[in-house]
């Protein structure tokens, strides 16, 4: 069972974020997730539920530096002219693999592209979408490395 509720969340949480987007982010992103899992609610575990609300609410807190990360990763591309699930996708697995403390960050790729085409997504999408989180979390990971590194050390 261990991370398997990791799994269902991120599938609510990509669905929230896929929402949040289309409304143009003026609704609050609690309210969606519980309009999304309203009829099944009473069939999550506690830890699906506590990881859905703690990754839509992290991907809104750092959404700014979010789409920032991204936008670095999209060649000759602007994020507005993405499709929305790729979007959603790219902001998902940029907040778990930069931000989020989850213990098998493998399995964060796994299971975004899963999702991914589960949504339709083609092949050629599943590449960009992994092509990008890799790019992302191989560079920007050394950077926030280097960062923690370099607190309260004196030049």
Not at 29 to 50: F, M, Q, S, W, Y
Not at 124 to 138: D, H, P, Q, R
Request: hydrophobic residues 40%.
């Amino acid at each position: 069972m261990i991370g398997k509720f990791r799994k269902k969340a991120r599938e609510i949480a990509l669905k929230t974020l896929y929402a949040y987007d289309i409304h143009k982010q003026n609704v609050d992103i609690n309210e969606l997730l519980e309009d999304i899992i309203a009829d099944v609610r009473k069939d999550l575990c506690p830890e699906t539920l506590e990881y859905a609300y703690s990754i839509v609410n992290g991907v809104v807190e750092h959404l700014d530096e979010i789409d920032e990360i991204i936008q670095k990763y999209l060649e000759d591309w602007r994020l507005e002219r993405l499709g929305t699930i790729e979007r959603a996708l790219l902001r998902l697995g940029t907040y778990e693999l930069l931000f989020a403390d989850v213990p098998d960050k493998g399995r964060v790729f796994i299971d975004l592209l899963d999702l991914a085409k589960c949504y339709g997504l083609d092949d050629e999408a599943l590449k960009f979408i992994n092509g990008v989180l890799s790019s992302i979390y191989k560079n920007e990971k050394v950077r926030k490395d280097e960062n923690s590194n370099n607190i309260g050390h004196t030049q």
